[in-house]
């Protein structure tokens, strides 16, 4: 931090972003196009049915193009009776937004690993509240910055690598001995089988928390919560600008991001609300403010 006791962003370590699919690329839209989308703070405000809304994201703040690096300040809870009867394994919690755009639009961004859209998220780490880390992942993944709702719903759910060890670990245990590797037991005749007294056991040891020298702990679990977020600002150039950006109607968002359910419930969750939006325009009315934009800086 510093004298002013700002939220000091740091360098990510994330490798480079690399995105090879052409189809999104073909897909994902340039500052210009969604900057026509983008809320008035009034509009955004009475949007916004928080009774504690306020800008996701300090103006000031808004120069710094570099993300936050590891997890040493990353906000962990312990669960005592999870699913798994894993005692005191942690589960990272998470935090993001659901940028909104006008006529109900969401705003998705590509993802760092995947050839994935999603929505902006990551650690809610402990030098900041809740609604700063929301609107700090806004930012840092998506470059906007705006006005948030009510949050959304927590969530609670498995992570991609969790569940890919468990499936590696059936698959495992369901593949058959090779026959060649099977070495029966026969018994000698006329012998009486004698019970071998099984060899002392030694006390269990207490499962210790595993955690990496920069913080991170190795976790199965993420608790989720996202904001809405009615976008009033848009950048060029953002902390983590290799990402693609795309602008997507909320039936549309929610089918792209069918693979990833706690996005997609987050997204119903909004969806139910039924006025987080404003009626979206016909496509004669956006051209006609296209033209009026057009003119009104030609004059």
């Known amino acids: 931090r510093n ?156 992570t991609r690598k969790s569940k890919n060890r468990k499936m590696k670990l059936k698959q495992t245990a369901q593949t058959p001995t090779p026959h060649s590797q099977m070495t029966p037991q026969l018994n000698p005749p006329n012998t009486t089988l004698q019970q071998q007294p099984s060899p002392p056991t030694s006390p269990q040891k207490k499962a210790t928390k595993k955690c990496s020298p920069n913080g991170e702990k190795h976790y199965s679990w993420v608790k989720m919560r996202l904001f809405p977020l009615y976008v009033t600002e848009i950048s060029a150039k953002w902390p983590e600008s290799d990402r693609l950006r795309r602008v997507v109607p909320i039936d549309t968002a929610i089918q792209l991001l069918d693979s990833r359910q706690e996005f997609k419930t987050s997204l119903l969750n909004l969806k139910q609300r039924n006025n987080y939006h404003s009626p979206p325009p016909s496509s004669e009315q956006e051209q006609q403010q296209q033209s009026d934009a057009v003119n009104h800086e030609g004059s």
């Open 3 to 158: 004298d002013d006791d700002d939220i000091i962003i740091r360098k990510t370590k994330k490798a480079p972003i690399k995105i090879e699919d052409e189809s999104m690329k073909n897909e994902a839209m340039d500052t210009s196009q969604i900057e026509h989308f983008v809320f008035s703070t009034s509009a955004a405000f009475t949007l916004s049915t928080s009774t504690d809304t306020k800008l996701s994201y300090d103006r000031h703040q808004n120069s710094r193009l570099s993300s936050r690096q590891g997890r040493a300040t990353q906000r962990w809870e312990y669960d005592h009776h999870n699913d798994d009867n894993n005692h005191n394994e942690p589960i990272r919690l998470v935090t993001g937004c659901v940028p909104i755009l006008q006529g109900g639009r969401i705003l998705l961004a590509s993802s760092s690993r995947q050839k994935d859209w999603i929505l902006p998220k990551g650690g809610w780490e402990n030098d900041e509240t809740i609604e700063q880390s929301a609107g700090r992942e806004a930012y840092e993944e998506a470059g906007v910055v705006g006005i948030l709702g009510k949050p959304l719903p927590e969530i609670k759910y498995e």
